[in-house]
């Protein structure tokens, strides 16, 4: 039986710890954390099953804080455990502190960065995902405002954890009415909450967000809401609405507009902890242990490494994108971590081969980019490698979940396929052209550009082998296999494909431009005309010792090429490697014009980065 009498304590003590902290910090959301007050302490000290002493727990329920916002109910509650201190708490939002303005993994307690709305929901069905496919019986909770569920991105995780049946993940919606600016969309409507998350498939409990023997009472009944208990393939996630008041605990600001973000000057601190009463600062609660499960006492099995049976020979064609379907199938024969998830696109980035000889690993995440990649962070912060694939355009639409999963310290692969104009008749709606750019910004991010079958092998086995964001960018046409099966890559590397002594420029390309600058070189050198070849296909970080090198021996003239627009991509990369050198001269040749439906071929020289473009350019530096 729950202890009513203490968890109100409990509560009275966070609310205290959320307004000393916003108060001595002068700034954070202290309404939006006194309105998740009472569910959030009776969810802790109540329900949840967490080894505080071990946060990494394999068996530990998973919380996140989606309204990443209340922060300070989060470093609030972990005090009330005794986790934080009184002192720590006085660090909220300065310089250095783990307890940032909204959470992120510095603080041992979190896994993944939230407060860039809309996201968490998608990190939850990552976990539970995870639960599922390790028969492990964790639970995954996700607090949500009211205002998130504007974003498109959370319905997308309600469709595909209904459809996944993810009966072992529970989120709740703080509907304080209120969000940063005025009333949200659907205010106290309670009754629309209920039938649209009811209409995505989940089980629906509305209840009084305040009332902690209404509370205990659903947490204590969620197992059977579905007709099943968590975990079992027939579940059903489950979405307790409830109904709160921006500011509780504080009537002068209780739902009162005005008041988001802004923290209390000290003669109004003084009257709102006077409102709450006496305190017990002795006071602290326990958070209940989760039953060990067998899987978990289980040592994870390392894989046993074996030579990789690459299928092709020098002068084969194959396309990159089905080179990196067939390497990841064979990968996931030697990492049993690997996940693959597509969207929806499997029979084009060639993922379908990893989901024919892995079915269990294999997660088809439907045309909801945005979720895809909130899934995948979820997926990896609970062990898995996932190597999220689909055209490399559509990878734009899930920037800010990118972005976010830089900051939660994830370990991601992304495969952008169909890159550039070389894709050909589709048209521009289905080109990447903009992809490099966007990952180069992306925190720690590693871009690896194979150009032919035996690269991409061996660049997703180094995505397979290395922690972080890795975009590896593959290609729809089939190219021909330059290199040896046993040629060797590394991040930050390059390869020189062509050089002599006599080299009067360099050529800088990777993907597709690789090939055409390989027969610009070869109808150069028919008249007389050497240049140096280098193949970047580790555009960041990139071989900045090898270019200068190259630059140094070839007239300081170096030419990039890239299917890609001018902005952000293989060129500006280069030009930050030769931006203190005055006597390098760089020139670029990339996607200029808008592009249209055509040929590849056709499409290469309209952008004027085909071979015989590479050809003109250089013709045309040496003859100045």
């Not at 490698?385 to 900051?407: E, K």
């Amino acid at each position: 039986m729950a202890d009513i009498n203490k968890l109100e304590e409990l509560a009275k003590l966070v609310r205290y710890f959320i307004l000393e902290m916003t108060t001595n910090a002068g700034s954070g959301h202290l309404t939006s954390s006194l309105s998740a007050t009472d569910l959030m302490t009776a969810l802790f000290f109540e329900k949840l099953r967490f080894d505080i002493k071990n946060p990494q727990n394999p068996d530990n329920d998973r919380v996140i804080f989606s309204k990443g916002h209340a922060s300070p109910l989060l470093y609030a509650l972990y005090a009330a455990a005794g986790e934080i201190s009184k002192k720590e708490l006085s660090s909220y939002r300065r310089f250095k502190s783990p307890l940032e303005g909204h959470p992120i993994p510095r603080l041992k307690f979190v896994e993944a960065a939230t407060g860039s709305l809309g996201q968490g929901l998608s990190v939850g069905v990552g976990m539970a995902l995870a639960a599922k496919l390790e028969k492990l019986t964790y639970i995954t909770y996700v607090l949500l405002g009211d205002s998130e569920t504007a974003e498109g991105s959370v319905w997308e995780a309600m469709a595909l954890a209904s459809y996944y049946k993810l009966g072992n993940l529970v989120g709740i919606i703080d509907v304080n009415r209120l969000g940063q600016s005025g009333q949200t969309m659907l205010g106290y409507d309670l009754d629309s909450y209920k039938r649209r998350v009811e209409a995505f498939g989940w089980e629906a409990k509305v209840i009084d967000g305040h009332d902690l023997d209404e509370i205990v009472n659903t947490f204590d009944s969620i197992n059977g809401l579905g007709g099943e208990t968590f975990g079992k393939a027939q579940g059903k996630p489950v979405m307790i609405i409830a109904k709160t008041i921006k500011g509780k605990g504080v009537s002068f600001i209780e739902d009162k507009e005005g008041w988001h973000g802004r923290p209390l000057q000290q003669e109004d601190f003084k009257k709102a902890v006077k409102e709450l009463g006496k305190i017990n600062f002795e006071l602290r609660g326990e958070v209940a242990k989760p039953i060990p499960s067998f899987k978990s006492q289980v040592p994870n099995s390392k894989s046993t490494y074996r030579k990789l049976n690459i299928p092709y020979n020098i002068g084969d064609k194959v396309a990159t994108r089905k080179a990196f379907g067939e390497a990841l199938a064979e990968l996931g024969d030697v990492y049993s971590r690997i996940v693959s998830l597509d969207a929806e696109v499997k029979n084009s980035t060639f993922s379908e081969i990893f989901k024919e000889k892995h079915p269990e690993r294999f997660f088809e995440m439907f045309i909801a980019e945005q979720n895809m990649v909130g899934t995948a962070l979820g997926l990896s912060k609970r062990g898995k490698i996932p190597f999220v694939s689909t055209f490399g355009v559509f990878l734009t639409r899930a920037f800010d979940q990118i972005r976010m999963s830089a900051y939660s310290g994830a370990n991601i692969k992304f495969i952008g396929s169909h890159a550039g104009v070389s894709i050909g008749e589709d048209g521009p709606s289905q080109m990447a052209l903009q992809d490099i750019a966007m990952f180069r910004t992306i925190d720690g991010s590693i871009i690896l550009y194979p150009a032919d079958g035996i690269a991409t092998w061996r660049m997703v086995e180094l995505a397979a082998k290395n922690e972080g964001i890795f975009y590896i960018r593959t290609q729809r046409p089939a190219t021909p296999i330059i290199y040896q099966e046993d040629e060797r890559f590394e991040i930050g590397g390059s390869k020189v494909v062509r050089s002599s002594s006599t080299d009067q420029l360099t050529v800088v390309a990777c993907g597709v431009t690789l090939n055409e600058a390989i027969k610009a070189c070869d109808k150069l050198k028919k008249q007389n005309i050497n240049v140096r070849i280098i193949d970047v296909y580790s555009i960041k970080p990139i071989d900045e010792k090898t270019l200068k090198k190259s630059a140094g021996e070839t007239n300081h003239l170096i030419i990039t090429v890239e299917d890609h627009y001018f902005e952000g991509g293989l060129g500006d990369s280069v030009l930050n490697v030769f931006a203190q050198e005055e006597k390098v001269k760089v020139y670029k040749l990339a996607v200029s014009k808008m592009p249209m439906s055509g040929k590849p071929e056709e499409l290469l020289d309209y952008e004027e980065i085909s071979a015989e473009a590479i050809t003109d350019k250089v013709r045309s530096i040496l003859a100045s």
